[in-house]
């Protein structure tokens, strides 16, 4: 809610008096336009106390100058005789007496609303707010219906010894005061700048393609979030160039109707009634619009595929490979089955064992020459493998010819 003064530091015209009407800020986004004496020169982050008749509040001085004209202008604020005048800057008592009420208001929301509870009142207590001199409080309060609080005002100033003022104020109000993050990561709009508070409806979030969930469309404060109407001129203008969401299009399989729109791809997705399942059909405005108007003069088209324009998917940069998400889910289990593949089978079986010795009992024909039945010399790394599996046979079976040269 604060404004930045761009005309700090600009001299007036000549003969020009500055304007003597300045921005004071109270609790949370409360603001008011009070009235400085012409002897007194203010600045703003000065402490001010403000003459209410009865009583005095105290608050900080945010805007100074000729742009407080324009925000009266924006709050519909007359610059009349009613407008409430600075008494006096403040002083270090002023300031103590000051922080001490607002010490006051945590504890008095907690016991107030204790009291609404027995009570049995159907109000929600949102805030309370001291004033500078800690003679009055203001309680602001949500509720849906009107509220006879007489008994309820009673009993709060006779338990807090202050005069009571009960404001009824809205969901929005309630957020705006309180203040929190929006979904977005930032401060909420009501909190940090939005002064005003227009109606938001749900044809702002049809007109931008939205899905209709309450639940994504609300804000903090129960109502269609603010920022839907932001943009929503831009959307309006936009869906200007696109066909009527009821347009259908004749095909020989049965009407193709609006799925949805891309404003900004300018694409058209139709979607084929007489085929269950199938998916939409994308395509450029211009020819949505041809075959649209070639349906209403009762021709029928002959296929939407060939209409059809692919959605482009990006490309990986090579520079970095593939990056998180987008690696296969069973990456893992090929590995494994790689690992499964090579890995050897088992030896010692019964079967293994009679086909190694049947392969070396077989008579060794040219051992001594060192050539095979073939006649053919045996290459170095056959003769290792051969007598690997010797070895083997031997170790499993007890059984086992000698290696060639050996002596029995």
């Known amino acids: 809610m604060s404004v930045f003064d761009w005309l700090e530091g600009v001299p007036l015209p000549s003969g020009a008096a500055p304007y003597d009407v300045v921005e004071v800020r109270f609790k949370n986004n409360r603001k008011g336009y009070v009235r400085r004496p012409q002897s007194m020169t203010v600045h703003v982050g000065d402490v001010v ?45 002023d300031i103590a007496l000051w922080h001490k009420a607002r010490q006051r208001e945590d504890e008095t929301v907690r016991e107030a609303r204790q009291i609404i509870r027995r009570l049995g009142i159907s109000m929600k207590l949102s805030d309370v707010e001291y004033q500078g001199d800690n003679g009055r409080a203001t309680f602001y309060y949500i509720a849906e219906q009107r509220v006879d609080f007489r008994d309820l005002v009673r009993e709060l100033a006779s338990t ?3 005069r009571i003022d009960m404001r009824q104020i809205g969901a929005r109000q309630e957020a705006a005061r309180i203040g929190g993050i929006g979904v977005c990561g930032r401060e909420l709009c009501c909190t940090s700048w939005l002064k005003d508070f227009r109606s938001v409806s749900t044809g702002a979030a049809r007109y931008q393609q939205l899905s209709l969930n309450p639940g994504k469309l609300a804000g903090q404060c129960g109502k269609l979030k603010c920022c839907l109407n932001f943009e929503l001129d831009q959307y309006v203008d936009a869906v200007k160039d696109f066909p009527s969401p009821n347009a259908k299009i004749r095909t020989p ?6 799925f949805k729109m891309d404003i900004f791809q300018r694409l058209v997705y139709f979607l084929q009634l007489g085929e269950p399942g199938s ?37 990986v940069d090579s520079t970095f490979g593939n990056v998180v998400g987008q690696e296969s889910l069973t990456r893992f289990d090929e590995a494994k089955r790689k690992q499964r593949r090579n890995k050897r089978k088992p030896r010692g079986k019964s079967g293994d064992q009679s086909s190694g010795q049947g392969k070396e009992n077989k008579p060794a024909g040219n051992a001594q020459s060192g050539k095979d039945s073939a006649g053919k010399k045996p290459s170095r790394n056959r003769n290792r493998n051969r007598n690997r599996n010797r070895s083997r046979g031997q170790g499993a079976g007890g059984e086992g010819q000698p290696s060639n040269g050996a002596s029995s």
């Open 253 to 258: 399989k049965g009407k193709a109707v609006v």
């Open 160 to 162: 807090f010894d202050v």
């Open 49 to 93: 106390v403000m003459d209410l008749q009865p009583g005095h509040d105290v608050g900080v001085v945010s805007l100074t100058g000729e742009l407080v004209k324009s925000q009266l202008k924006l709050r519909k604020i007359k610059d009349d005789h009613e407008l409430k005048r600075i008494d006096r800057k403040a002083t270090n008592d």
């Open 279 to 315: 998916s939409p059909i994308a395509m450029n405005v211009e020819d949505a619009k041809e075959l649209i108007a070639a349906s209403e003069k009762g021709e029928v088209v002959g296929s939407l595929a060939s209409y059809e324009i692919e959605e482009e998917v990006d490309e």
